[in-house]
T-cell receptor, first 115, second 114 residues
Framework: DAGVIQSPRHEVTEMGQEVTLRCKPI?????LFWYRQTMMRGLELLIY????????DSGMPEDRFSAKMPNASFSTLKIQPSEPRDSAVYFC?????????????FGEGSRLTVL | GNSVTQMEGPVTLSEEAFLTINCTYT??????LFWYVQYPGEGLQLLLK?????DKGSNKGFEATYRKETTSFHLEKGSVQVSDSAVYFC?????????????FGGGTRLMVKP
């Protein structure tokens, strides 16, 4: 059974470029979460979806960040324009029940480096 | 608001040593508590959980007891192995007050030497 699949695993880009990160959640999971991990801030929740609908995007840093979930099997996180401070590992996670039951299933992450 | 505080790492131990990683929390309501583990180059995986006071979560030789009186959820293992080297995250879920916000601690890196 495939887990959460993220792509690309690594992305190196120059400041000002558009970056798109992709996520395929586990089939049947109704919740999808985007997290950002940095040394300075640790793990931060950016946004989460329930049944493809964005529920809480209060963690999205600024208007340069946007996330979509056009269907139950695909989500994107876009940064436009990218800046060096966006360099981080971005994790997608899915869950059948949300955090009330606790377990989130994480992908392997997309490591973004903005030069 | 909710928060989780973990001991800072790295924690370096020899194989078969006893492990304790401290975790304390503050929460508005009655949270569920979790330990996640992140192996190098991978995403986080749930290690164990406890959903109410005095519950003990356990998995792979690791244990943690939900202590409401001390607001703690310390992770322990009696005999660590080199394969336990990873980053460990304590987390809480306070669904009634914070919805689907899983609050993580800063993580503690464990290094086990042969």
């Amino acid at each position: 059974d495939a887990g959460v699949i993220q792509s690309p695993r690594h992305e190196v880009t120059e400041m000002g470029q558009e970056v798109t990160l992709r996520c395929k959640p586990i089939s049947g999971h109704d919740y999808l979460f985007w997290y950002r991990q940095t040394m300075m801030r640790g793990l931060e929740l950016l946004i989460y979806f329930n049944n493809n609908v964005p529920i809480d995007d209060s963690g999205m840093p600024e208007d340069r960040f946007s996330a979509k979930m056009p269907n139950a099997s695909f989500s994107t996180l876009k940064i436009q324009p990218s800046e060096p401070r966006d360099s981080a590992v971005y994790f997608c996670a899915s869950s059948p029940h949300g955090t009330s039951k606790g377990e989130l299933f994480f992908g392997e992450g997309s490591r973004l480096t903005v030069l | 608001g909710n928060s989780v505080t973990q001991m800072e790492g790295p924690v370096t131990l020899s194989e078969e040593a006893f492990l304790t990683i401290n975790c304390t929390y503050t929460a508005t309501g009655y949270p569920s508590l979790f330990w996640y583990v992140q192996y190098p180059g991978e995403g986080l995986q749930l290690l164990l959980k406890a959903t109410k006071a005095d519950d003990k979560g356990s998995n792979k030789g690791f244990e943690a007891t939900y202590r409401k009186e001390t607001t703690s959820f310390h992770l322990e293992k009696g005999s660590v192995q080199v394969s336990d080297s990873a980053v460990y995250f304590c987390a809480l879920s306070d669904f009634n007050n914070a919805g689907n916000m899983l609050t993580f601690g800063g993580g503690t890196r464990l290094m086990v030497k042969p």
